[in-house]
């Protein structure tokens, strides 16, 4: 048999977890390639970056879509165990898991419209709707993809802070400042302070060698569904009234309310709100707790060399 799809590894995968064990991803993949009797050629086939096979590969993609659906759980670091939503559906006894199924659950739809936001897109299939023929161009394909990647890799870092000590979201957040370059490039010129008794300060990032100019930021982990209000930011301000500060930078794995981006926008102080969103996007601009796995290139002829004299 050849090396099946990442759909057709869905229900592998989530069988593979039925025992409510947590497993470790890289053992996954090797029971998997036993159970399916993938030859040794096939389990060490390189993808064309050569840094990762294409079975691990696929293997990685299923467990991610299912955990999307909430059939899976990605408990922390390459470690997964299945849900209770992942044992009813195996009760169905069904012979496929592929994305068509998947659409029926509502976190699995919300994924793939927000896989699917890319404006630059978006904008160009809606001037090309008149045309019957219209497709996108390999450009707008390769940047659409990297779109899907990247919105699957948002949703893991979430994952991942939301399931990691209070303290490493403080660290997280004045590192990430930081490489925006804020406190210039001095390596001591951003901190973690918060701790009991911290007066609504998590960190502080000073702007000048000698501290005349703060920026104090206040870092909150909240889940997805509960948004950060009108009454936290006032606090927050309340704290930068004391600290003798103006600036402050509030952020959530959330969202802020009406009332709360209401309140930040008429306050004198100058309080930048950065929801959850826009957290995993200046992560990822600034390669802030991801890697570059490979660089594309991207290239057109160049007309000045053909040019006659």
């Known amino acids: 048999m050849k090396i099946p799809d990442y759909q057709s590894l869905m229900l592998p995968v989530l069988t593979l977890a039925q025992d409510g064990s947590e497993h470790r991803v890289s053992d996954a993949i090797q029971q998997l390639g036993k159970e399916l009797r993938l030859s040794e050629d096939q389990l060490t086939e390189l993808l064309p970056s050569g840094r990762q096979t294409i079975f691990s590969n696929r293997v990685h993609w299923a467990k991610t879509y299912l955990s999307q659906a909430g059939l899976l759980q990605i408990t922390r670091r390459s470690h997964f165990c299945i849900t209770d939503r992942g044992r009813k559906v195996l009760q169905e006894r069904l012979k496929k898991i592929d994305v068509n199924y998947l659409k029926r659950f509502d976190e699995f739809r919300d ?14 299939r809606e001037e090309k709707q008149s045309e019957p ?6 450009d707008e394909v390769i940047r659409s993809t990297i779109g899907d990647i990247e919105t699957v890799l948002a949703k893991e870092l979430l994952g ?11 660290n997280l957040i004045v590192t990430l400042l930081l ?11 951003g901190r ?9 300060i998590d960190g502080v990032i000073d702007q000048d060698p000698l501290g005349l100019e703060r920026v104090y930021v206040q870092a909150k982990r909240y889940d997805s569904d509960l948004g950060v209000g009108e009454s936290a930011i006032r606090e927050f301000a309340g704290s930068l009234g004391a600290a003798k500060a103006n600036k402050g930078v509030f952020v959530t ?6 009332s709360a981006k209401d309140f930040a926008e008429r306050h004198p102080h100058k309080i930048v709100l950065i929801d959850g969103s826009q957290l995993t996007s200046l992560m990822l601009r600034h390669n802030v707790g991801v890697r570059i796995l490979e660089t594309l290139y991207l290239r057109s002829i160049d007309e000045e060399f053909f040019l006659n004299d």
């Open 111 to 124: 994924f793939q419209i927000r896989e699917r936001l890319n404006r630059e897109i978006k904008e160009s």
């Open 133 to 138: 023929d219209a497709s996108e161009t390999p």
């Open 160 to 170: 991942r802070i939301l399931g990691a000590p209070p303290s490493f979201f403080e």
């Open 179 to 189: 490489s925006m370059g804020y406190g210039g490039s001095r390596e001591d010129a």
């Open 192 to 200: 973690a302070i918060g701790k009991s008794g911290d007066n609504g």
């Open 253 to 258: 794995t959330s969202y802020f309310t009406k």
